[in-house]
T-cell receptor, first 114, second 115 residues
Framework: AQSVSQHNHHVILSEAASLELGCNYSYGGTVNLFWYVQYPGQHLQLLLKYFSGDPLVKGIKGFEAEFIKSKFSFNLRKPSVQWSDTAEYFCAVNAYSSASKIIFGSGTRLSIRP | AAGVIQSPRHLIKEKRETATLKCYPIPRHDTVYWYQQGPGQDPQFLISFYEKMQSDKGSIPDRFSAQQFSDYHSELNMSSLELGDSALYFC??????????????FGPGTRLTVL
């Protein structure tokens, strides 16, 4: 069965600090990988996605993630965070096959000190 | 661009009542997914439909049922509501083909509160 692990439950950073959130997945086949962000009281928004090709993907708001197949990882990075990045971040995976459900990680709460 | 529409956005019900949540997918999308996100939890998959047929089933209670209609909108019916059903219910849609067609677009969610 597919599963997603996010090892950091709560990360606290100061503005302008660099960010890296870890994500590992387990699945035997080809997968699609996602990072979603959920601002307080709001719905899920897609930050970035990986389907195929260049393993370094760039998303919105300066975020990027690198797919390392050998490590089953898809870590999220941002070189300099802002206070407005305070949110919950979910790593997610679904199978490359058709109409496949998304499996979410447990989420990482990011708090940015102004 | 058109997005996934969910209605209502907020719903308050009493225990043992019923509720119906509606989801209107992005035009031309043929696959609909339902997820439940409890307070402080990650979204959990409930059920999905592809071309009006159930395509996958997750942790959906027997008290819940869902269907997809000929216009591809979907309804989640919830009966005998319990306090633990209070959650944010997301709908997502995709063009249910392989690979990049499987990207799911999420709606704003329906926040259900059971009193």
């Amino acid at each position: 069965a597919q599963s997603v692990s996010q090892h950091n439950h709560h990360v606290i950073l100061s503005e302008a600090a660099s960010l890296e959130l870890g994500c590992n997945y387990s699945y035997g086949g080809t997968v699609n990988l996602f990072w979603y962000v959920q601002y307080p009281g709001q719905h899920l928004q897609l930050l970035l996605k990986y389907f195929s090709g260049d393993p370094l993907v760039k998303g919105i708001k300066g975020f990027e993630a690198e797919f390392i197949k050998s490590k089953f990882s898809f870590n999220l990075r941002k070189p300099s965070v802002q206070w407005s990045d305070t949110a919950e971040y979910f790593c997610a995976v679904n199978a490359y096959s058709s109409a496949s459900k998304i499996i979410f990680g447990s989420g990482t709460r990011l708090s940015i000190r102004p | 661009a058109a997005g996934v529409i969910q209605s209502p956005r907020h719903l308050i019900k009493e225990k043992r009542e019923t509720a119906t949540l509606k989801c209107y997918p992005i035009p031309r999308h043929d696959t609909v997914y339902w997820y439940q996100q409890g307070p402080g939890q990650d979204p959990q998959f409930l059920i999905s439909f592809y071309e009006k047929m159930q395509s996958d089933k997750g942790s959906i209670p027997d008290r819940f049922s869902a269907q997809q209609f000929s216009d591809y909108h979907s309804e989640l019916n919830m009966s005998s509501l319990e306090l633990g059903d209070s959650a944010l219910y997301f709908c997502a849609s995709s063009l249910g083909y392989r690979g990049e067609g499987n990207e799911q677009f999420f709606g704003p969610g329906t926040r259900l509160t059971v009193l």
